[in-house]
DNA sequence: ACTCAGGTATTAC
DNA sequence: GTAATACCTGAG
């Protein structure tokens, strides 16, 4: 990876293969970031404002300084991890993995704040896509900081614990989130009372970290894997969702009824990068409508 | 009217 | 431990 500012003061970043915006932001991984009518990317992250274009090999970054890009971003899009080697270690293992992995080149695994994933997450359970970015929206509006307008639009950040203790359950079932507002007040309750920093859970094992997680009302499997893989740096874990259960079922069958669950057999096979290998599958199923 | 959407909590064996 | 069932909401 390489980067620099060109004569327009944007972040241009490349050295990192082949580029695919669409790829990152459309993988299901994250719910704040929007495609605007230009096709570019424009998104809100740690209280910032960013727009990102592309070409062929190269991300563009606008809107933020240099040093919020060195101190932040290059962790957050993960620009320091070699998707080749990672790919080169899944892609063999079987003819669907390789196409998953070349149908989703370019996609990055964003290292996402904790409490953001977390509530994010537990709204994402049984619901869509497009009311769950929609919920998201309004509760960064409602509760968080207004950060700036940028190019005809009013963004927010996304509520700390503080700023979402503020809700109440009656204000939150006005927002749309169905029967998981109380979740939301459980969990933020508990992060505040108990005093609970969830950056402190990357220094535990992802077990640990997972039982901990459970512990929230509201998370249970999926949704503890969720915010383990996308914001606890946790690359061991393999969310099953419905469309990775789909995936197990048409393709995998045979190899997954010779262990004794389908996560034995998951971290068997792809060991160290299940939660990457995860996340082609999932894409790749979803958009091409695998089983369904 | 009825199903579906990145599941979880609760209840009943 | 595991299987069955209810669950906010609104778009299609």
Redo the contacts with the bound molecule.
Sequence with gaps: MRYFLDNRKRIIITDIGKVNLGHIFE????FRWNKAETGNYIGVVNEKVLELSETENEIIIENISMNDFEKYFIEYFDFNTDYSAIIKSIENLDEYINEATQFGYGLRMLNQEPFETLIS??I?????????KNTIEKISIQYGKFIMDYKGKSYYGFPTPYELSKASLEEL??L?????DR?LIDTTKKVIEEGIDLQEFKKMSTKEAKRKL?E???????????VLL?SLEKYDVF?I?????KILEYFYKNEVEKYD?PETFLKNYFELNAGYA??YL??Y??ENKIG?
């Design positions: 993988n299901g991984q994250c997450f537990i994402s359970a049984n619901n869509n896509i497009p009311r769950i079932r006005e749309g989130l169905g029967y998981r979740y459970i929230f009302k509201g998370v249970g499997n999926k949704v503890s894997e969720c996308f969310p969702d419905t469309w990775v259960k669950s995860q996340q999932f894409y199923a979803r369904g």
